[in-house]
Every structure is written in structure tokens, then in C-alpha cells.
């Protein structure tokens, strides 16, 4: 099935030290998003990759950073996590940046930062 | 700037008893409107969207939701709850901006048997 998966589901990092999320996709998507997910909270878009381009979004922290390889993968890198990164953190795709296209999520990567 | 208002954190209803989600949102255009769903520890899976046509949507799980333009709303309704619906509802909205969505601050289903 075609899907959108998250490795790992669960990620444990300690203060300061750097940690990677990952997510790839076998939907052959031109559009990667990441979004950060607080407790009780909607999901916030940190960025989106179309293809290869990369959109920050303009309250995303320096700390966060994002890699796309090829159109499967794409990392989320926390440079220095501190406790208030502590979420869960979700990958989606769609095919096209038209307004009416779905986004496909993936299961998520809940971080805990210690 | 968009935005979407989702009327009550939580909702309780019995098990057999209808569904009601409210969410509002606010748009000088016309909006895509979507709601998805969200089981404990898992990621969001779409239950139906509005883009044009018929005001009335029907997803999975024997949702729908009516699109009504002078209202601003998008409600979200089932006529009958089951305890597998029990879950997180977020109601989202684009406007051609690129496909980014914006979500309602969500609303917690609880089920009761």
C-alpha cells in the first residue's frame, strides 16, 4: 500500500544534543510537509519541500532545520532540542501545492526530550 | 489571514446518539475545507473535504459535513456515535496559498457507553 511512514515512532534525546527525524513516502508526492504537534494542540507547519525547494515558514525556530534527499525522504533535524520541543512531530505529503489537494499523513514521531 | 474556530475542546455524547462538530472559519474567498481525524498516537487521516460542487460531503465512517457559505460553517455530523469514533477532530481550511493548511484548535470526541 502507498503510504507515508515515520521512523521512529517514538525518539528519546537528551538537552542540547542533536536529534533526526525521518520520514519517506511511497506516494511518488512532489509536496513534503512537517508539522509540530504540542499536547492538546493542532499540528503547526514548521515547513513544506516542493521537490526540492524549501519554504520555511516565517515562526519556525533556526533550530529546526530540513533535508530532502529525493522525493521519498525527508529529515527533520533539531540542532539543539531544548524541553519545549517536546512533541509530537508529523510528516504529510501531497501531490500538487493545489489548495484542494489532500494531505496524506504519516503516524507521527513523538519526542521526548530530557 | 485565515482562520478556523472549533466550538468546544470536548464533546461527550452516548454511544447510538448523533454527532455534532461545530467549526467556523472566516475567509473573504472561498474556502477548501477539510476535517480529519486523529486516533491516540497516530498521525491525521482525512474524513471528508469541500471543494466545489455539492454543499453536502460525505466521508468514512458515515460522516458528512455541509459546506454553508452564509454561515461560515463546515459542520461535522454522524447520526449514529460509535466508541471507535471516539478520537481527536481537527477542521482545517486552505485558500489558495499554496495548499498550506490551517487548523481549528481541535475538538476531543469521547464516547460513552
Known amino acids: 500500500d502507498a503510504m507515508v511512514i515515520q521512523n521512529p515512532r517514538y525518539q528519546v534525546t537528551q538537552f542540547g544534543k542533536p536529534v533526526t527525524l525521518s520520514c519517506s513516502q511511497t506516494?511518488?508526492?512532489?509536496?513534503m510537509y512537517w508539522y509540530q504537534q504540542k499536547s492538546s494542540q493542532a499540528p503547526k507547519l514548521l515547513f513544506h519541500?516542493?521537490?526540492?525547494?524549501?519554504?520555511n515558514e516565517a515562526d519556525t525556530p533556526d533550530n529546526f532545520q530540513s533535508r530532502r534527499p529525493n522525493t521519498s525522504f525527508c529529515f527533520l533535524d533539531i540542532r539543539s532540542p531544548g524541553l519545549g520541543d517536546a512533541a509530537m512531530y508529523l510528516c504529510a505529503t501531497s501531490r500538487e501545492l493545489a489548495d484542494n489537494n489532500e494531505q496524506f499523513f504519516g503516524p507521527g514521531t513523538r519526542l521526548t526530550v530530557l | 489571514a485565515q482562520s478556523v474556530t472549533q466550538l468546544g475542546s470536548h464533546v461527550s455524547v452516548s454511544e447510538g446518539a448523533l454527532v455534532l462538530l461545530r467549526c467556523n472559519y472566516s475567509?473573504?474567498?472561498?474556502?477548501?475545507l477539510f476535517w480529519y481525524v486523529q486516533y491516540p498516537n497516530q498521525g491525521l487521516q482525512l474524513l471528508l473535504k469541500?471543494?466545489?460542487?455539492?454543499?453536502l460531503v460525505k466521508g468514512i465512517n458515515g460522516f458528512e459535513a455541509e459546506f454553508k457559505k452564509s454561515e461560515t460553517s463546515f459542520h461535522l455530523t454522524k447520526p449514529s456515535a460509535h466508541m471507535s469514533d471516539a478520537a481527536e477532530y481537527f477542521c482545517?481550511?486552505?485558500?489558495?496559498?499554496?495548499?498550506?493548511?490551517?487548523f481549528g484548535g481541535g475538538t476531543r470526541l469521547m464516547v460513552k457507553p
Open positions: 469541500y471543494t466545489t460542487g455539492a454543499t
Open positions: 506516494l511518488n508526492h512532489n509536496v
Open positions: 475567509s473573504s474567498v472561498p474556502p477548501y
Open positions: 482545517a481550511v486552505t485558500y489558495n496559498a499554496g495548499n498550506m493548511l490551517t
Open positions: 519541500y516542493y521537490d526540492k525547494d524549501f519554504n
